[in-house]
T-cell receptor, first 115, second 114 residues
Framework: DTGVSQNPRHKITKRGQNVTFRCDPI?????LYWYRQTLGQGPEFLTYFQNEAQLEKSRLLSDRFSAERPKGSFSTLEIQRTEQGDSAMYLC????WGPGITEQFFGPGTRLTVL | GNSVTQMEGPVTLSEEAFLTINCTYT??????LFWYVQYPGEGLQLLLK?????DKGSNKGFEATYRKETTSFHLEKGSVQVSDSAVYFC?????????????FGKGTHLIIQP
């Protein structure tokens, strides 16, 4: 059983560029979550999917942030026109669906540096 | 809204010392409570959880009890090891199930000295 994987692990970009991150959840997990973690803080929830449906996106930080999960498997998080304040670790998590299922399984994260 | 407050770090202890990391929360209803751990260079791992009042979660010698009356979920271990050095995060999910993002505390950096 492989865990949640994220690519790339590190991304350095210049301000104003667009970036896209990929997350592959644990197979058969139909829920997928994105978080942002800045230095010295806990993860901050951004959005989540159940299969291909994005059921919560009001916490996305601005309209520059968008996420997709077109076939209910992997997901992408895109940040358009990056700003220096977007520098952070972006985490993906997945969980199975079922009564009483509450824990989430996290990937290693993608560290974004905006110059 | 939901929030989690945990003690500031870093917390530095000697090997075999007793550990307590305090965590209190604000939430409506009965959320599920978690402790996650992040070892250096690794991703977040679930350490333990409790889903209802008075439940005790335990794993790898760590324990935490869900206290509804004090809205707390303090993490304890009787004898820490150098390998326990990591950042520990307290978190909650909203009452009623896991179909939502977790709310995390800021994390407590634990340093165990030999």
């Amino acid at each position: 059983d492989t865990g949640v994987s994220q690519n790339p692990r590190h991304k350095i970009t210049k301000r104003g560029q667009n970036v896209t991150f990929r997350c592959d959840p644990i197979s058969e997990h139909n829920r997928l979550y994105w978080y942002r973690q800045t230095l010295g803080q806990g993860p901050e929830f951004l959005t989540y999917f159940q299969n291909e449906a994005q059921l919560e996106k009001s916490r996305l930080l601005s309209d520059r942030f968008s996420a997709e999960r077109p076939k209910g498997s992997f997901s992408t998080l895109e940040i358009q026109r990056t700003e220096q304040g977007d520098s952070a670790m972006y985490l993906c998590a997945s969980s199975p669906w079922g009564p009483g299922i509450t824990e989430q399984f996290f990937g290693p994260g993608t560290r974004l540096t905006v110059l | 809204g939901n929030s989690v407050t945990q003690m500031e770090g870093p917390v530095t202890l000697s090997e075999e010392a007793f550990l307590t990391i305090n965590c209190t929360y604000t939430a409506t209803g009965y959320p599920s409570l978690f402790w996650y751990v992040q070892y250096p260079g690794e991703g977040l791992q679930l350490l333990l959880k409790a889903t209802k009042a008075d439940d005790k979660g335990s794993n790898k010698g760590f324990e935490a009890t869900y206290r509804k009356e004090t809205t707390s979920f303090h993490l304890e271990k009787g004898s820490v090891q150098v390998s326990d050095s990591a950042v520990y995060f307290c978190a909650l999910s909203r009452a009623g199930g896991g179909a939502d993002g977790l709310t995390f505390g800021k994390g407590t950096h634990l340093i165990i000295q030999p």
